[in-house]
């Protein structure tokens, strides 16, 4: 479901604020770094780029805040409506080809709720947003990936059921974790190599950014998503 991931074109748009009050209510005792609640909110903090991001209609109230790029969290009050409403993210640049990355690995730990319907996952994208490729490391409530079902397979650590597919603007390759995961390493590597060599899905792109956050369809009543650490490592 990508919509939501033209969010380098989408920051562009006039910032609209949503819920500020109630939002940055919710957010933690100790004082953020930085923290917002406008729809395009965007900023850096040590080389990752955080976005409130929320993209998709019928969307609610939704305030990011942050500590550094690697220790964030969300409040999302969206209505239990079907449709994504948001991809709150952290975004880390890496521009290379494929062949030219000797190592490109990410580690994540969140915190995230029992209740709602979201998915925990990586974005990633070639510079010319003609692929997706989407990690799905948890999954709460009635959502699922774009595509065909193209079995099982074991790769970065992880074993996925792998979805092909395409939202009308690109290409969207979306790994599901077979079981749900809090915290742990991906090699994100081996996966693009996976699709690059043995499935020739496409050739050697040059990818452009890793993002990592949480696409919302629904949070009635308000929920938090915390990212207690990410690292995304690699070159």
Same mark, same amino acid.
């Given at each position: 479901? =990508?919509?939501?991931?033209?969010?380098?074109?989408?920051?562009?748009?006039?910032?609209? =604020?949503?819920?500020?009050? !109630?939002?940055?209510?919710?957010?933690?005792?100790?004082?953020?770094?930085?923290?917002?609640?406008?729809? *395009?909110?965007?900023?850096?903090?040590?080389?990752?780029?955080?976005?409130?991001?929320?993209?998709?209609?019928?969307?609610?109230?939704?305030?990011?805040?942050?500590?550094?790029?690697?220790? *964030?969290?969300?409040?999302?009050? %969206?209505?239990?409506?079907?449709?994504? @409403?948001? &991809?709150?993210?952290?975004? @880390?640049? /890496?521009?290379?080809? /494929?062949?030219?990355?000797?190592?490109?690995? #990410?580690? &994540?730990?969140?915190?995230?709720?029992?209740?709602?319907?979201?998915?925990? #996952?990586?974005?990633?994208?070639?510079?010319? %947003?003609?692929?997706? /490729?989407?990690?799905?490391?948890?999954?709460?409530?009635?959502?699922?990936?774009?595509?065909? #079902?193209?079995?099982? !397979?074991?790769?970065?650590? %992880?074993?996925?059921?792998?979805?092909?597919?395409?939202?009308? =603007?690109? =290409?969207?390759?979306?790994?599901?974790?077979?079981?749900?995961?809090?915290?742990?390493? !991906?090699?994100?590597?081996?996966?693009?190599?996976? /699709?690059?060599?043995? @499935? +020739?899905?496409?050739?050697?792109?040059?990818? +452009?950014?890793?993002?990592?956050?949480?696409?919302?369809?629904? #949070?009635?009543?308000?929920?938090?998503?915390?990212?207690?650490?990410?690292?995304?490592?690699?070159?």
């Amino acid at each position: 479901m =990508a919509t939501r991931t033209r969010i380098t074109l989408a920051v562009l748009a006039p910032a609209l =604020a949503l819920g500020a009050t !109630v939002g940055l209510a919710a957010a933690p005792a100790s004082a953020a770094v930085w923290n917002t609640c406008d729809q *395009w909110g965007n900023t850096t903090l040590n080389g990752y780029t955080l976005y409130n991001n929320i993209w998709g209609s019928g969307a609610g109230s939704q305030c990011v805040w942050a500590n550094s790029g690697t220790n *964030w969290g969300v409040w999302a009050n %969206h209505p239990n409506t079907g449709g994504i @409403k948001s &991809y709150p993210n952290a975004k @880390k640049v /890496i521009d290379k080809p /494929i062949t030219s990355l000797s190592s490109l690995t #990410s580690s &994540y730990n969140v915190t995230v709720p029992a209740s709602g319907a979201y998915n925990t #996952s990586y974005d990633i994208w070639d510079t010319d %947003h003609d692929y997706e /490729i989407m990690l799905w490391v948890n999954r709460t409530g009635a959502v699922g990936p774009l595509g065909t #079902s193209q079995g099982n !397979v074991t790769l970065g650590g %992880h074993t996925w059921s792998v979805y092909k597919g395409n939202n009308g =603007a690109n =290409a969207v390759f979306s790994f599901v974790r077979t079981a749900n995961s809090a915290s742990g390493t !991906v090699n994100i590597l081996p996966i693009l190599k996976w /699709i690059k060599d043995t @499935k +020739g899905w496409f050739g050697d792109e040059t990818i +452009g950014d890793v993002q990592f956050g949480y696409e919302i369809t629904s #949070s009635s009543g308000g929920l938090d998503f915390v990212t207690n650490d990410l690292t995304v490592s690699g070159g």
